[in-house]
Nanobody
Framework: VQLQASGGGTVQAGGSLRLSCAAS????????MGWFRQTPGKEREVVAS????????HHSDSVKGRFTISRDNSKATMYLQMNSLKPEDTAVYYC??????????????????WGQGTLVTVSS
């Protein structure tokens, strides 16, 4: 499956963005999906993940209550609604997919397919 992330940009602290991840070349509903982010010198960390049908989700403690992951299997697209953004949310955000795991995998090593990344910059 190929993944295309979009929706990044520059926003002021307190603002909102919605990231999208469009999938092609596979049966989208067979894949658990996740959003990760990475800053220079740091490991890629999970932001949120979602099960194949969207019934179960995980959000990291740092974004819980501010970010919401969702997916629309009819559109083969996953989303990340980001509200109340903080400067520390500044990172390159990646979407990822795996059909080898059930549930909502939380670590980068569990995912096989990655999008190209979209930069989110939050100014103070």
């Amino acid at each position: 499956v190929q993944l295309q992330a979009s929706g990044g940009g520059t926003v002021q602290a307190g603002g909102s963005l919605r990231l999208s991840c469009a999938a092609s070349g596979g049966t989208f509903e067979n894949y658990a999906m996740g959003w990760f982010r990475q800053t220079p010198g740091k490991e890629r960390e999970v932001v949120a993940s979602i099960s194949r049908r969207g019934g179960s989700t995980h959000h990291s403690d740092s974004v819980k209550g501010r970010f919401t992951i969702s997916r629309d299997n009819s559109k083969a697209t996953m989303y990340l609604q980001m509200n109340s953004l903080k400067p520390e949310d500044t990172a390159v955000y990646y979407c990822a997919a795996t059909n080898l795991k059930l549930g909502f995998p939380k670590t980068a090593g569990e995912y096989q397919h990655w999008g190209q990344g979209t930069l989110v910059t939050v100014s103070s």
